[in-house]
């Protein structure tokens, strides 16, 4: 059984997935915004964007809107690494035992042995195990069709 505060958090986390992330909002007025999600209030679900194009195309560097005039939230772009899929990956294809592996959903990231990270943007660390996980990555993102 979940929760209502269990899933007020699991929203929240997927707000914050989406941060950095460009992103359509669309109005009850049926106005239209596109831009990148800077930041949100979570107890008004308030928004604001950056760089954000309306659907007369008029730019504005930021746009703050309201939660109560939004009636949807597009994404525009996936992420293609998954903090969970590549822990899994980790463990079927690297051999790395999973007391070894800390997955962060929140902020798509996964902790190995904490010394080494790895996020979207690739691996961090120095060092033999660093060397080996981002072989793993690199395997894990062509088999996702992506060239790292």
Known sequence: MV???DAARRFTVKLNT???KVIIVKLVNGRTYKGKLAGF???TL?????AAVDNENNNWPIAIIYGSTISEILVEEGSIFSAKEFSEFL???GGIPPHQIRVYE???VVEI???VKVSKDGVEGAGPLAHRVNTLFREYM????VRV
């Open 3 to 5: 929760f209502a505060s």
């Open 18 to 20: 989406l941060l950095d």
């Open 41 to 43: 209030d979570q107890s």
């Open 46 to 50: 308030s928004i604001a964007l950056e």
């Open 91 to 93: 463990i079927k294809h």
């Open 106 to 108: 929140d902020i798509n």
């Open 113 to 115: 042995a904490r010394s």
């Open 142 to 145: 062509r088999r996702k069709g």
